[in-house]
T-cell receptor, first 116, second 108 residues
Framework: KAGVTQTPRYLIKTRGQQVTLSCSPISGHRSVSWYQQTPGQGLQFLFEYFSETQRNKGNFPGRFSGRQFSNSRSEMNVSTLELGDSALYLC???????????????FGPGTRLTVL | KNQVEQSPQSLIILEGKNCTLQCNYTVSPFSNLRWYKQDTGRGPVSLTIMTFSENTKSNRRYTATLDADTKQSSLHITASQLSDSASYICVVTPDLTFGKGTMLLVSP
């Protein structure tokens, strides 16, 4: 069974631009979560989607948004990029929502975003 | 404010030795506590998931403990191997508050 895939793996953008990252979950998984990882802050939860609905949202500005398609694939968009948005963006999939659930979560390799 | 504190920040041990990593949390409500291993340049991999009622759970050479009263968890690694060199991250759900991780280096 294929793992979680993320595209692109690396991305360089300039301030003010917008970016879209893509995540394909493990087949059969309907929950997709997104995370930002930086050396200073570590891993931080962005949002979770389940069956095309946002289930949970972290403490990030509205410039960060996402969506999930009927095939469970998910995209994350960041508008008006800032230097501080440079980070590794990870997505993870699981069978069911994380809240209250005990299903294992599988992470993708991440997209390394650099904002110049 | 919900917080997850991990200690030590970094650790170097000799191959074959044991070590214990700590995770203290002040998160409420609590659903479960998860430990992940993250190799450099890769996504985290799940090691254990512990619910409120579980005190100990093992996964090969990894043993996690949870004390829900004191809100403390530990991850014990037995007979360390070079491949154990990684960052170990603790996270509490449902809030999804992450610790900043412990960087472990196993030296030959």
């Amino acid at each position: 069974k294929a793992g979680v895939t993320q595209t692109p793996r690396y991305l360089i953008k300039t301030r003010g631009q917008q970016v879209t990252l893509s995540c394909s979950p493990i087949s059969g998984h309907r929950s997709v979560s997104w995370y930002q990882q930086t050396p200073g802050q570590g891993l931080q939860f962005l949002f979770e989607y389940f069956s095309e609905t946002q289930r949970n949202k972290g403490n990030f500005p509205g410039r960060f948004s996402g969506r999930q398609f009927s095939n469970s694939r998910s995209e994350m968009n960041v508008s008006t990029l800032e230097l501080g948005d440079s980070a590794l963006y990870l997505c993870a999939s699981s069978l069911s929502p994380l809240a209250g659930g005990h299903n294992e979560q599988f992470f993708g390799p991440g997209t390394r975003l650099t904002v110049l | 404010k919900n917080q997850v504190e991990q200690s030590p920040q970094s650790l170097i041990i000799l191959e074959g030795k044991n070590c214990t990593l700590q995770c203290n949390y002040t998160v409420s409500p609590f659903s479960n506590l998860r430990w992940y291993k993250q190799d450099t340049g890769r996504g985290p991999v799940s090691l254990t998931i512990m619910t409120f009622s579980e005190n100990t759970k093992s996964n090969r050479r990894y043993t996690a403990t949870l004390d829900a009263d004191t809100k403390q968890s530990s991850l014990h690694i037995t007979a360390s191997q070079l491949s154990d060199s990684a960052s170990y991250i603790c996270v509490v759900t449902p809030d999804l508050t992450f610790g900043k991780g412990t960087m472990l280096l196993v030296s030959p």
